[in-house]
């Protein structure tokens, strides 16, 4: 049954993905411009002053940013590493301590 409720909910994701992209894309994600925005900036961000994601188009927009994500980290490793976990661990602890559970 879950597996059922699961097809029905994701599938007009992947029918929408199907007709836009031409080829079968398992819900598109938009993972890489995010580690883009956390680690060089929001500049060229949707809804920022670019334009870049409207002139590009989601695909090529994204392509992209995981590029210049690959070039980040591979120029700068320990940056890349130190922010990820300074940005975990207040994602994870920093509700903890806030709640008053410490």
């Given at each position: 049954?879950?597996?059922?409720?699961?097809?029905?909910?994701?599938?007009?994701w992947l029918i929408r993905d199907y007709r836009?992209?031409?080829?079968?894309?398992?819900?598109?994600?938009?993972?890489?411009?995010?580690?883009?925005?956390?680690?060089?900036?929001?500049?060229?961000?949707?809804?920022?002053?670019?334009?870049?994601?409207?002139?590009?188009?989601?695909?090529?927009?994204?392509?992209?940013?995981?590029?210049?994500?690959?070039?980040?980290?591979?120029?700068?490793?320990?940056?890349?590493?130190?922010?990820?976990?300074?940005?975990?661990?207040?994602?994870?602890?920093?509700?903890?301590?806030?709640?008053?559970?410490?």
């Amino acid at each position: 049954m879950f597996v059922v409720v699961l097809g029905l909910t994701i599938s007009p994701w992947l029918i929408r993905d199907y007709r836009v992209f031409h080829t079968p894309r398992f819900v598109r994600g938009n993972f890489w411009a995010e580690v883009y925005f956390g680690n060089l900036g929001f500049e060229s961000h949707p809804l920022g002053q670019t334009l870049q994601y409207q002139q590009m188009g989601e695909r090529r927009f994204i392509e992209q940013k995981q590029q210049e994500v690959f070039e980040y980290i591979g120029s700068h490793p320990h940056e890349f590493t130190e922010r990820s976990l300074q940005r975990s661990l207040s994602f994870w602890i920093a509700p903890f301590w806030a709640s008053g559970w410490h």
